[in-house]
Structure formats: C-alpha cells, structure tokens
C-alpha cells in the first residue's frame, strides 16, 4: 500500500544533518536494543524517525480547535529539536469531527507505520481511537481529553497528560471559593448549561457528584443540557435567564458560547458572571466574534505557567510565527503531547510498541510548560499532577487570575454590564 | 414558571415559526401540485443561505436585501431541476425518486462544502445583538423581528400569487386534476416546472431570511428537510395555509417544550407530534382527506 | 423470482461467476491489506441490512427509511448486555433481536392499522428512529450522548472468540461473509416457499390476494418480523465490530439512508440486488478517497487543497446517473446482459 502521508509544510523532520548529540543517541539506542534481543535490532534504527500519527478534528464543527492544536503541535519540533530530542515525523489526520470517522483514520494511522498516536481534543472520538490503539497495541498519547473513562477501563495504552472531568471539576470548586472570597461577592444560586455530548455530560456529571463534597456556598438551581448540533440557543438562554442563578455556569464548545453571548446580550440577561469549565470561551476566535460582549468570563481550565523557561520559548516561538495569537490549552497540551512522545522515544530508544509503552509509563518531565509540576503517569495512565487556573477574558487577551502565585491580574467580579462596555 | 418567561418564549416561538413557515411552503407546493417529495429541500434552503453569505461579504447586502436575487437565481435552478431532470423519473416508484433527490442532495452538500468549507459561519450585522422592548417585558430581537416580517411580507406575495393570478389557478388546477388540466390544454410541463421554481424561490427566500438568525454550514441542511416535513404534514400537504399554521405551531411548540422540559429534548416532541398526526390525522390540520 | 434449485437456476456463467466471486471474497485476507479487509467487511454488513430492508419494501410494500431503528436499539442492548451484565454477545442476539423485532411490529402495526402508505409510512419510521435517537442520548445508564464503550483489551486481535465476538478482524470478516450468505439463502428460501408466494400476490395485486382469502395483514407482518430480524442480527455484528456506540451515529438518519442506497442502486425486488448493489456503492466511495489521494500524492491536484467534499460530489452524481438511466437497478440489467440467470429477477 502507498504510504499516504499527507504532507503539509509542518511536516519537517527535524534535519537532515545528524548532530553529535543525535550520534550519541544513536549509538546508545542501537547498544541497548542489541542487548534486548534480536527481534529488536529491526526496529532498531535509531536515526529512523518516529512517526506520530496526529489525530486532531481538522474540519467539522471542531475544526478551529483541532487546527489551532495543530499549531501546537507544529511548535514543538523545532523547539524539541533544540532540546536534544530525536526526530520525530508527523502523520497527520481528520477525524473530520465525527467518532466513527476517529476510528477508521486512527486504524488506518496504525496500517500507515504510526508508531504512536496523538490526539484527539473530543472526548468521544478519543475514547473511539484508544480502543483502536488499545486492540492494536500501539500507544496513544492523549492530548485534550476530558472524559475520566479513558483512563478508568484498565486500558494499557493510553497515556493522558490532561485533567479529566473530575479533576477540572475539584480545581474549579477550589478556584472559586479564592475568587469568591477575593471579591467579596458569593453567588447563592448558579445555573449550569451543558452540551449534551460525551465531554459535556461527563463534566456535568462530576459536578453534580462533587459539589456536596466541597461545600460549595451555592446551590444548583437549573441544569440546562442542549443539543450539540442546535440550531440556535434562545430558548436555553431564556431558560436560564427564567431559573433565577445568580451565576451562569457554562460548559460548551466555541460555537455554542458565541451564540449563548448573543442571546444573552439580546434577552438582556446578566447573571453575576459566566464561569466556563471547557473550551471556548478562552478562544481567540470567540473573542473576536464578541467583541467586548466576551469580556470578563472566567476560564476554570488548565493553562500554563508563564514563569516556566520552557513556556517562555513557546512563547517567543508564537510570537514570532503567529504574532496575533495567545497561548492557550489547545497549544500547550498538544505540545506537551509531542514532548511526551518525543521523550518516551529518546529512551526506549527504538520504535517497537511494547517499548514505547514501556518508556511512556516510566515518563518523568519536570522541564514542561503547564501548571503541572511533573510529567508523569500513574498505572492507568493519568498525569495525577496536572492542575487547573483561572483566566479571564479581557480586551481580546486571556489573564491568568488564579492561582494567585500565577495571577497577572486581578479578577473582576461580578461581571461589567452588558450596557457599561466598551 | 413565570408568565413573562413563558410569553417571551412563545413570542420567540412565534417570530421563528413563520419562518419556519415560509420554508415549509415551498415544500407543501412542490409536493401540493406534482406530488414530488422533496428530499433536497434543506439544501435548496442552504442554497440560499450561503447565496446571502456571499452577498453580505462581497457587498455588505443585508440578507433581506438579497431574497429578490435569491429568489431569483434560485427559481431559475428550480425550474431547470424540474423539466431536466425529475420529470424524468415521475413515473418511478417512490423510492426511486427519494433517491434521485437524495443524490442532488448529497451533490449540493457537498458542493457547498468544497467551495465553502465546513465551518459555520455567521453574519455579524450591525443589529446582531440589538433587541426591542415591548412594554417592560417583552424583550423581541431585532433581527427576528425583521426575519419574521420578510417572511409574513413574501408568504403573503406567494399566496397572492396562488389565488388570485391567472397562472396561479392554471397551477391549482393541475394539482387538483391532472388529467383534467390536460384536457383544457393547459401546458402541463412548463407549470410543474413553474411550480418547482417557485418552491425553489421560496426556499431561497426563506435561507435568506434564516441566515439573520443562525449560521450556516453545509451539514445544516437535512434538520431542516425534516423539520419542513413534520411541519408541512401537521399543517396539512397541499394547503399552503397549512403549511405557516403548521410553521407557528412548531416554532411555538418548540420553544414551549424547550422552557418546560429540557431543550435538548424540543425536537422529540416535534416527531412525538408527527407520529400522532400521521396516526390520527394523516391530513393535517388543514389538508384535504388524504388518499 | 420462481424456481426451483438456487443453482438449477444459474446458466454455465452464472456458475462460474458465483464460483469466481466465492474464490475471491474467501481469499482476500491472504493477499490484501487490512483496509480492504475492513471496506469488504462493511460491505458485507451492507449488503445484509439492505436484503432486510429490500423484504420490508419488496414484500411488505413499506419503504422505511428509519432502518438504522431496527439495527440500533439491537446493537445497544447486546453492548448493554456486555459491558454492565457481562453478557457474551451469543447469547444476548435473542433478547435483542427480539427487541428489534417488537419494534418492527409496533411499527408495522401501526402502518397498516391505519393504512399509512408510501412517503406517510416512510415519515412515521423517520418520526420513531429520531425519537428514539433523542431519547437514548439523554439515558444516561446505556452511555447516553456519552456514549456506550465495549470493554476493550489488549489481547482481543490475538484469537478467535466467537462467543464473546473478540478476535482478529479477518474473524469478523468471515463472520460476516456468513451472515451475509445466510441470509441470502435464507431469503431465497423464503421466496419459495409457501410464504414467498403469498408475498407474491400480495405484491402484484394486493385487493385480489384479499379476495382470494389471504390474510394481507398477517403476511405482511411476516415480511416486516425477518426484516427487523435481520438487522437486528446485523446490529449485534455492528455493536462488537465497532466497540462504541453513540446514538448520533448509530440511529442517525445517514445510517438509515445508507441501508437504502445497496438496494435501490442494485435493484429492488431481486435477491441479488441488494448484494451488489452494497459491493458497487461502498468501494466506490473508498475507491474515489484513494483516486483523491493518489491525484493528491503524485502532484497531479495541489495536495494544499483541501477538497473535502469531492469524492461525495461525485458519488452523489454517480448515483443520480444509475436512478436515471437504470431505474430498475443495475442487477437486473448486468444478469440480462451476461446471462447469469435462466429466470428474471433473481
């Protein structure tokens, strides 16, 4: 079969030149894979480059995300390269936005040479492409994923570096109890809106389940679930707006939050603020489509930690590719996917499954980008050490509020009325 | 639940209906007069809502602005459609002809997507994110309100046309009796294709319209196929009054089980509503007894 | 459709062309990839919901086009079984081919009970397949929008396990290839039988076969029972074949559209029909992707562009091109002009 790669510009291995480091690494893999068997000694080649299958939603209702996780992507191999990691080659793939679709493009992935998979940014197309890499025995490195099953079946191939549901839901509680108690104002009711999706109602699920664990000052008066392929959110916004929460809590997708701000511009409905726990409300493109509506919603995710040195290069390295664009989770886990990788590969030292695996299990990296401390793996394949923040929208920029250690601005809360903007 | 919530909701309701309403004309017509099921409705729909899309980006027409040209081009492609390429298989078995409309539909998809790409994509308008207040409560959007007066203004333009026009009768007729029609020497061809460019301008018109309110995207269009149909058998096949009562009915019965229940259930109810129809009163509410 | 002895009735070329046919879809594994494997395995699939679906039409005079109904809500129930209740999947296809066809006959019923035909009937299986399709996306105990994953291990490609349908996917290549074979010998035992010739006369003339004392509802009812039946045995394959189900993708419209295409391209009404019908629309679609690919790939279309919606353009016009040049299908045309059969319509 033709290898169908489908070659775009950020497929740049990374140079042809072997450096002496390269060398050294060379040499050091082919050594250890002799003494681990001859089976090995195939595979073994250690200036073959790893090739990564990316699987990411590069049309359909995701596609501005999965494009944008690309970038991400694309700015990690010249970074890592500088960092001494091996070559690595890139796959890439469109699951096109649908799950059925993430299956057969991750099987045919496997069926092209991929030696490991990364991706997926939807929590169901994720789920539907670990069970191909978990028959298939090939390991998939997630990204963005928040769906806690993934790494709760016993599944031996998944390695996620990104919170799951619960996870995002304990670091939003804690959040906003420091947010509350900064500004003085504790809402006593919230209403929570979801998309009804795999992500959405995992997410929600947890909250539910949580809440009464950490006490939360407020009681969920209104759960609000809609349907992903909607054609228009008036009558979930006016739901809301009738529910009477002092706070809008929201967990949606990019589309859904562009439509939910003007519907709740245009029904005049102005809760004490919008908390939003998932992706969207963060987005540039969300941000560009509201204008100074989009200000000042508060971001329960995970983000990265701008003190890092390696944030600071990822930094320099967008503002000079993508000069109009802010880091952002899309960015710097998908980056930090590649890292994972790019590092499991350095030192199992060959491209064999069962040692890429292997490595990916031991996997300890302290020089990353996210607020986590560590890069590691507990015996499901969960990062325990990822952590969230707190960012807020303001003037077309992403401010990190939270964790005060981290913050670069003081929240404002309540939220400014729609009529006192700009 | 608090009277003002209800009684936005329902004028919502009510705003987007006759929308929906104008939709579904084009499709009781088409079907009303050659008995066609039209399974491409919603891509001929989208047709025109990307026609507007293109319209507002190249030359900042307000979509209301462009349902003349919309109409227009889009007739002209109906009535092609019509004498090209269904009349061929008119004769064929029904699901012979949902598949030749399903394949068109497939093509227009498609299409659509090659030359648009998959995105949604909106129209951000000046009065995007205005609204008017009617009294204290009331809140309406602008950009409903003006969608619904397009769409009261050019169903009442089609069903003028149908009553009172010479070649509008000359059209009842032919769906009244066929053979009869033939008999008076009515050119029955070109009226049927007539009628599916109408329908087809109908459908532009109401994309038009639409893309005030949501944005579109080529894979919008089957929801909408199917909307049209639970509203077109509701208000009754074949009666074009029908087919607006149907359109507020379900626009406000929508945006009711939406309020009520859980809005991500409001299309449920629709089906629910349809299946009960189709046992009870097959003909609608307004339509004639049905075969 | 008469006659007497399935091979009795292929000339010297249709058996060989059977034979050919044999020989070649039980050799695959050895000398393709496992792409093909996977497009012919689905193929199979196809081609086995669209015989069942071809009975509902052909002998029932029902179109429906909420099929995805009958193969859905037997997929969830043996994936239920199997995830929460560890039932292994022989065992739980009863239950929910069973479940499949109630369902069937709480439609059906209502379809002639109050003499909904045609676009009616078709509208009314739309109504249900949708209604059902929101109503699992908010139960939460099968997954809900969520999803509904099959419990998944490492070791599943390494045997053959048909109670538990865990194994190397030329098992389920095979397993499907027998489905599909039972049940176009079922079919065609059916046809000419006692039953088939009841379906008949109901067929060409229904108020005549009334007359004569055939009891239409009963026998209709018949038709729509091994319909739904059917896809429910096909859904069980589906729900172990995929490992995940998602009320979107499994009951969506699309996938009720899909039954219909094999059958009406090949030919409603004949047995062979749907059988073809599938085997030319599927590897056409995949067959465009790679020409795609391919013209991509050897520099002959800018590989920059992104031409998302070609190769279902052109299937749409293919497609368009046989309902208007071969409106009978194209099984009955190909057996006329290659002489496969001694009798018409089979």
Excluded at chain 2, 256 to 266: F, H
Excluded at chain 3, 19 to 39: G, N, R, T
């Amino acid at each position: 079969m033709t290898d169908k790669v489908n070659k775009t510009k950020s497929e740049k291995t990374t140079g042809s030149i072997i450096s002496r480091r390269q060398f050294t690494a060379g040499v050091a893999a082919v050594g250890a894979a002799a003494s681990v068997g001859p089976w090995y000694i195939k595979n073994a080649r250690a200036a073959e480059p790893l090739k990564v299958g990316v699987l990411l939603p590069r049309s359909g209702g995701q596609a501005q995300i999965g494009i944008d996780c690309q970038r991400g992507a694309d700015a990690a191999l010249p970074i890592l390269k500088d960092l001494g990691y091996p070559e690595l080659k890139f796959m890439l793939a469109d699951f096109e936005t649908k799950v059925d679709v993430a299956r057969t493009q991750t099987a045919k992935l496997i069926d092209e040479g991929a030696h490991l998979v990364v991706g997926a940014f939807d929590s169901g197309a994720t789920m539907a492409a670990a069970q191909v890499c978990e028959q298939r025995n090939i390991p998939l490195v997630v990204n963005i994923a928040a769906v806690p099953k993934l790494t709760g079946m016993g599944l031996k191939w998944v390695f996620r570096n990104f919170p799951h549901g619960p996870m995002i839901v304990k670091d939003a509680f804690v959040n906003q109890k420091v947010l509350f108690k900064m500004t003085g104002h504790t809402p006593k009711t919230v209403t929570l809106m979801h998309v009804n999706d795999t992500f959405g109602s995992s997410l929600a699920g947890a909250l539910f389940k949580l809440a009464p664990r950490f006490k939360m000052p407020y009681k969920i008066v209104e759960k609000i679930s809609y349907d992903p392929y909607g054609r228009d959110l008036s009558a979930e916004v006016r739901k809301a707006k009738a529910s009477k929460g002092e706070a809008l809590w929201v967990v949606s997708r990019l589309n859904d939050a562009i439509m939910m701000t003007k519907e709740m511009v245009k029904q005049r409905f102005e809760p004490m603020g919008i908390l939003s726990t998932g992706p969207g409300w963060y987005d540039q493109e969300y941000m560009k489509a509201t204008g100074k509506f989009g200000d000042d919603v508060i971001s329960l995710v995970p983000w990265h930690d701008s003190n890092k040195p390696l944030s600071k290069t990822l930094e320099a390295y967008f503002a000079k590719h993508h000069p109009d664009r802010q880091v952002n989770p899309n960015h710097t886990y998908t980056f930090e996917g590649i890292m994972v990788a790019a590092d499991a590969y350095k030192r199992a030292g060959s491209t064999d499954a069962k040692a890429l695996q292997a490595a990916l299990r031991t996997t300890n990296i302290t020089n990353n980008v996210t607020t986590a401390e560590r890069i590691t793996f507990d015996k499901n394949g969960q990062n325990p050490h990822v952590k969230n923040s707190a960012v807020q929208n303001r003037g077309g920029k992403n401010l990190v509020i939270l964790p005060q250690s981290a913050a670069v601005a003081k929240p404002i809360w309540p939220m400014r009325p729609w009529k006192k903007r700009g | 639940m608090d009277f003002w919530t209800l009684a936005n909701a329902l004028a919502t309701g009510l705003l987007t209906g006759l929308v929906y309403g104008l939709s579904a004309l084009g499709l009781s017509v088409i079907f009303g007069v050659i008995r066609i099921v039209n399974f491409a409705h919603g891509e001929i729909m989208v047709m025109g809502m990307f026609f507007a899309l293109v319209m507002f980006r190249w030359l900042g027409l307000d979509p209301m602005l462009s349902v003349p040209l919309a109409a227009a081009i889009l007739f002209v492609f109906g009535y092609a459609l019509q004498s090209t390429v269904i009349s061929r298989v008119a004769h064929l078995p029904d699901h012979m002809q949902f598949l030749l409309l399903a394949a068109i539909a497939v093509m227009i998809v498609n299409g659509s997507l090659l030359i648009f790409g998959p995105d949604p994509q909106a129209i951000n308008i000046s009065y995007s994110f205005d609204s008017f207040d009617i009294g204290e409560n009331l809140i309406i959007d602008k950009t409903r309100a003006y969608a619904a007066i397009a769409a009261v203004a050019i169903s009442g333009l089609l069903l003028g046309f149908f009553k009172y026009s010479r070649t509008g009768k000359a059209i009842r007729a032919c769906a009244d009796n066929y053979l009869g029609a033939q008999v008076v020497g009515l050119k029955v061809d070109h009226l049927y294709a007539l009628t599916f460019g109408i329908g087809a301008a109908c459908l532009g018109a109401a994309g038009c319209v639409l893309l005030l309110l949501i944005e579109v995207h080529p894979y919008l269009a089957p929801g909408y196929t199917l909307l049209a149909f639970v509203i077109v058998i509701i208000g009754g096949l074949g009666s074009m009054t029908g087919a607006l009562v149907g359109g507020i009915l379900i626009g406000m019965s929508e945006a009711l089980a939406a309020i009520v229940l859980q809005p991500s259930m409001k299309s449920a109810f629709s089906f629910g509503l349809l299946i009960l129809v189709l046992l009870l009163r097959p003909q609608g509410l307004m339509g004639k007894s049905v075969k | 459709m008469m006659g007497v002895n399935f091979l009795a009735d292929l000339t010297i070329k249709g058996k060989a062309g059977l034979l050919l046919i044999l020989a070649i879809l039980i050799s695959l594994p050895f000398w393709s990839s496992s792409y093909i494997i996977s497009v012919a395995t689905i193929t199979l699939y196809l081609a086995i919901l669209g015989q069942s679906w071809n009975l509902m039409l052909g002998f029932a005079g029902l179109l429906s086009l909420g099929h995805a109904l009958f193969v859905g809500i037997s997929a969830y129930l043996a994936a239920y079984g199997f995830s929460v209740l560890g039932l292994p999947p022989v065992i739980s296809v009863f239950p929910a081919v069973l479940l499949a066809i109630l369902m069937g006959m709480l439609i059906g019923y209502l379809g002639f009970r109050f003499s909904i035909g045609g676009v009616y009937f078709a509208l009314l299986t739309i109504a249900f397949a949708e209604l059902v399709r929101i109503s699992v996306d908010h139960l939460g105990f099968i997954g809900g929008t969520e999803g509904l994953f099959l419990p998944v291990s490492e070791g599943d490609r390494k045997g053959v396990d048909l109670i538990n349908l865990r194994g190397h996917p030329f098992m389920f290549y095979y397993l499907a290839m027998v489905l599909a074979f039972l049940t176009l010998a079922g079919c065609r035992t059916l046809l000419k039988s006692k039953l088939g010739y009841y379906w008949q006369a109901i067929r060409d003339d229904q108020d005549a076969a009334q007359a004569l004392g055939i009891n239409v509802f009963r026998y209709k009812m018949y038709a729509v029972i091994y319909s739904s039946g059917i896809a429910g045995v096909a859904g069980v394959f589906y729900a172990f074949y995929q490992n995940s189900l998602f009320p979107e993708s499994v009951f969506g419209i699309e996938r009720s559209i899909e039954v219909t295409l094999g059958p009406i391209v090949g030919g409603v009404g004949s047995l062979f029909g749907p059988v073809l019908g599938a085997f030319i629309l599927t590897p056409l679609g995949e067959g465009l992707t790679e020409l795609i690919d391919f013209l991509k790939n050897s520099g002959i279309i800018d590989p920059k562009l992104k031409l998302n919606g070609l190769k279902l353009l052109i299937w749409g016009l293919v497609v368009s091109l046989i309902v208007l040049f071969k409106p009978r299908g194209i099984w009955p045309w190909l057996s006329d002009k290659l002489g496969f059969c001694r009798t018409e319509g089979d």
